[in-house]
């Protein structure tokens, strides 16, 4: 069968000098828009294939996941020291003892146990918020991590000096500039591109930190607090909603969420469009516009095939790395209308939206679906809800009175995973009504 379509490559090396080391999540966007719904690139040895459509993701990462639950090695995360942790594993025994039990540990009904911690940190969190509101990002940081400290280990973060805080910071820095596909070949040192090898060894004794203690995707809630700050116009209808069902004498509790469908449709939302102006350096390939929407995580996390496939007739070559293009998927205008605009009311049945899908890409596929989406869901929904009811939020506004939109991008940490990094993110809170008095 022949190989996916693609575009024209260079002897031996492929495709590599035209994958970027930085936004290639917007690359492989513009790849899907340019050849279909499966792409062949080729780095060096190594074949990558791109999926477009979530169709294409469920039929093989579902469907086939017999054949194509492997991770491909990322040196990046060899070096640092976390290549047996679950994330990373290759397919095969050792994951799946490790899959299980955090599988278990964060099953849907499991997860509901630590609805108590979830809900007591969303109080804290605006409590805090209210006392220095110019220190959002950092509070929201604390916010995640002080679930998944709390959840895992009964460590409670009671103060913005807590040496966990400061681990789960310095491995989020840590993993900036961390895995191109480039890093899932092994590469002499001094060949261009392989200066994460260096870098990996200069940061590895914070991942040996983290070590200690394990801590999932933190960020999330961070990249889910600035739309809406970006649009908050969105929030004038979910506070209406809290309003109705909660009413303004008491705080939201996960028993409300049921009967709040837009606040359910706003996280929605935010799930599938993340604003961000990309760095991508190879601008050729991205598409004018200078706001970029993305999902939170938006290429996935790649998998490995174990045999050769033959997927609507093209041949997926055994060993390729196979990446879900959540961008791609979260983008697709013949799923989203106005793909790029910010409109939560796009998920309502008719008449008030168009009833689309939630985009549930932004989790990935198959045997390695994040198994922590339950606790990451409630997450980000109890804190929303909590802020949405006791603050308004708006943009921070500079010293000519302009507003500041605040800028957001992702680190170039490549198909393995991405890790957003905010530069000088701004926003105003305004309090709406006396929060609760049980600040930790
Ligand atoms: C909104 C927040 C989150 C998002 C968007 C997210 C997204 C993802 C994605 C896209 C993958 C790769 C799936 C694939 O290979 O197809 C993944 C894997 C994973 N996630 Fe999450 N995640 C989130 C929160 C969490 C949380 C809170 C935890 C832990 C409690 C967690 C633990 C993991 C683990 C352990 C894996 C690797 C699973 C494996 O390789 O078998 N994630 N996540």
């Not at 007591?120 to 605006?126: C, D, F, H, S, Y």
């Not at 220095?132 to 895992?152: F, H, Q, S």
């Not at 261009?192 to 930190?209: C, I, L, M, N, W």
């Amino acid at each position: 069968a022949p190989l996916p379509p693609g575009p024209p490559a260079e002897p031996i090396i492929g495709h590599l000098r035209m994958i970027p080391p930085n936004g290639q999540d917007v690359f492989f966007y513009e790849m899907g828009k340019r050849y279909g719904d499966v792409v062949y690139l080729k780095a060096l040895n190594r074949t990558l294939i791109i999926l477009n459509t979530v169709e294409a993701a469920t039929d093989l990462f579902d469907k086939r996941s017999t054949n194509y639950s492997d991770r491909p090695k990322i040196p990046f995360f060899e070096l640092v020291g976390l290549g047996n942790s679950l994330p990373f594993l290759e397919y095969g025994r050792e994951w799946r003892a490790q899959r299980k039990m955090v599988q278990n540990f964060f099953s849907k009904d499991k997860t509901k146990q630590h609805r108590p911690i979830q809900t007591r940190e969303a109080r804290v969190l605006v409590q805090n918020l209210l006392a220095k509101p110019e220190e959002y990002d950092k509070l929201i940081m604390r916010y995640g991590t002080a679930v998944i400290m709390d959840v895992g280990y009964g460590h409670r973060v009671v103060s913005n000096d807590d040496p966990y805080l400061k681990v789960v910071g310095d491995v989020s820095r840590a993993s900036n500039g961390s895995a191109p596909p480039g890093g899932t070949i092994h590469l002499p040192s001094w060949f261009p591109g392989t200066f994460h090898a260096e870098y990996a060894r200069s940061v590895r004794p914070v991942f040996d930190k983290l070590k200690q203690y394990p801590v999932a995707q933190v960020e999330e809630a961070m990249v889910r607090a600035t739309p809406m700050v970006l649009f908050p116009e969105y929030q004038t209808v979910a506070q209406k909603e809290l309003d109705t069902v909660v009413g303004t004498d008491r705080l939201p509790e996960f028993y409300d969420r049921e009967r709040l469908p837009y606040l359910e449709c706003l996280l929605q939302e935010v799930m599938r469009y993340v604003t961000l102006q990309n760095d991508c350096k190879e601008k050729s390939l991205m598409s004018s516009r200078w706001n970029q929407a993305a999902p939170t995580d938006p290429s996935g996390a790649a998998h490995g095939v174990q045999e050769d496939d033959i997927y609507n007739g093209m041949l997926i070559p055994k060993g390729s790395i196979v990446v879900a293009n959540i961008r791609g998927m979260t983008l697709d205008e013949r799923v989203y209308k106005d793909p790029f605009k910010f409109d939560p009311t796009r998920y309502m049945p008719a008449p008030e939206g168009r009833g689309e899908p939630w985009p549930t890409a932004a989790f990935g596929f198959g045997r390695r679906i994040c198994p922590g989406r339950f606790l990451a869901n409630d997450n980000v929904w109890i804190a929303m809800a909590t802020i949405l009811s006791t603050f308004t939020i708006s943009k921070a506004i500079d010293t000519s009175g302009k507003p500041i939109i605040p800028e957001v991008s992702y680190a170039p940490v490549g198909v393995a995973s991405s890790i957003p990094v905010y530069y000088g993110a701004s926003q105003r809170l305004s309090p709406i009504s006396s929060p609760a008095d049980d600040r930790e």
